[in-house]
């Protein structure tokens, strides 16, 4: 807690972690070392035509670029039923030109992007190559054993959560001790893990090593490998990868905050970021907009145990000014299933006639039209509170976390 004392010395706010996309993380891990075939950007289908060109051939891959897997087994939704997914193969430049036509500008759906599915802007083409077996590895920070860790599996190229739950014993778990780093002997057992010998281990062993390199210089929070695979000539080679950064050691890492692509982050999240507001959906009703991230937790756990879930995690820091709290109402309310809002704020350096200021403010602006219960404490609190009873709005008021919570959740039910 010792960031809630010392709040001019030490920023309690944590930044989401930034992903990039598969042709970016193939690029970065190929200056690592790990192997990864040719390939190329393309953002229009004649793009796709001319660095196909520069291929060797005679077989390509097309690949949607979107943050999410399940691509080549995903559907898109203007093609009719039966159509090819996001991972197509290419024998011709017509189709490699009918992949990139089918596939540029429309909305890919799979099981990992939700229903709505993903625009497809950007496209990869890369050298196809003939697979004899499919593995799955991935470099992780894991919370359970506070190591990173190694996830291997022989099971490569479906989807990892399928295997984890039908068949968890063929899933491999090795840690690092960050006290000796990565050692020969980590790179023996992930190629133990999948069952690799003479050469390939050597090559697993490698792989191993260069992917824990890249996961360290990049402050990486995830390195997904899926497919990790055999080619018919005895290569290991990454077909896909998946890289999330640390989003709080972006600013030691400016050249990678560059690959973020914004089209592919959530919009809310986004736009809370510009307001330096921690925010993060969640999926229940209550809309939550608190100060300090331990009284936002504890706020998401009462409206729980109250009988309700919060429809977001949202702290906006020690100074929330007016066009914070406005930034923040309007974040609020722009999710559909946000049926009350729980504002629980602790006036300590902020004085609460100022909150309430704020929040009268925001709540005129943005045409409040749904429940608002509003929880004071601190410097300034009876200030406050006459500020928002005398402010014509329908603002309940409340004493503490308790009733505050109690009381959100009645005028939520009364409304419903
Ligand atoms: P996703 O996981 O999003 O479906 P992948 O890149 O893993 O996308 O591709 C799906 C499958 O397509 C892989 O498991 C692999 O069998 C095949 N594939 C992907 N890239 C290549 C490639 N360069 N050459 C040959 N086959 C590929
Ligand atoms: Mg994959």
Redesign the pocket.
């Known amino acids: 807690m010792l960031c809630f004392r010392l709040p001019r010395f030490y920023r309690c706010t944590w930044e989401s972690p930034v992903n990039i996309h ?1 042709y970016q993380a193939k690029e970065l891990l190929a200056k690592f070392g790990v192997p990864v ?1 040719a390939g190329y950007a393309a953002m229009s289908v004649e793009e796709a035509v001319e660095v196909s060109k520069k291929l060797p051939g005679p077989l390509y ?1 097309v ?1 949607a670029q979107i943050h999410a ?5 995903g559907k898109f939704k203007e093609l009719p039923e039966g159509s090819k997914g ?2 197509r193969l290419a024998r011709t430049e017509d189709e490699v030109r009918h992949a990139a036509t089918e596939m540029l500008g429309n909305t890919l759906v799979t099981i990992q992007t939700g229903e709505a599915g993903k625009q497809v802007n950007r496209l990869y083409v ?4 003939d ?1 004899a077996k ?1 593995f799955y590895l991935a470099v992780l920070v894991n919370r359970a054993s506070g190591r990173i860790s190694f996830v291997a599996s022989t099971e490569g ?1 479906m989807d990892i959560e399928t295997v984890a739950h039908d068949t968890p014993e063929k899933i491999h778990s090795i840690d690092v001790d960050p006290a000796t780093g990565f050692q020969p002997h980590h790179g023996r057992a992930v190629a133990g893990a999948l069952q690799l010998n003479g050469d390939l281990a050597k090559q697993a062993a490698n792989v191993a090593a260069k992917l824990y390199d890249a996961f360290l210089g990049t402050d990486a929070e995830q390195i997904e490998i ?2 990790l695979a055999v080619t018919d000539d005895g290569k290991l080679m990454v ?2 990868a998946k890289v999330g950064f640390d989003g709080n050691a972006m600013f030691r890492h400016k050249d990678l905050a560059e690959l973020r692509d914004e089209t592919e982050e959530d919009a809310a999240e986004l736009e809370a970021s510009k307001y330096d507001l921690a925010y993060i959906k969640l999926d229940g009703d209550i809309g939550c907009m608190v100060n300090g991230a331990g009284l936002a937790m504890a706020t998401m756990d009462i409206i729980k145990l109250n009988g309700m879930f919060p429809a977001n995690f949202l702290d906006v820091g020690g100074g929330a000014s007016k066009e914070k709290v406005t930034a923040a109402f309007k974040i609020i309310l722009a999710d559909p299933a946000v049926k009350g809002i729980l504002v629980n704020i602790f006036g300590g350096i902020m004085k609460c006639d100022i909150i309430a200021e704020g929040i009268v403010a925001a709540a005129k602006e943005v045409n409040l039209s749904v429940p608002l219960v509003v929880r004071l404490e601190g410097t300034n609190v009876d200030k406050g509170k006459e500020i928002l009873s005398t402010s014509g709005l329908a603002i309940v008021p409340a004493n503490d976390l308790g009733d505050a919570a109690q009381k959100i959740v009645a005028e939520v039910k009364k409304v419903a």
Do not use: A, F
């Open positions: 598969e075939p891959v690949k897997g399940g691509r080549g087994k996001g991972v890369t050298d196809g190559v697979i499919e190229g899926n497919p077909l896909d």
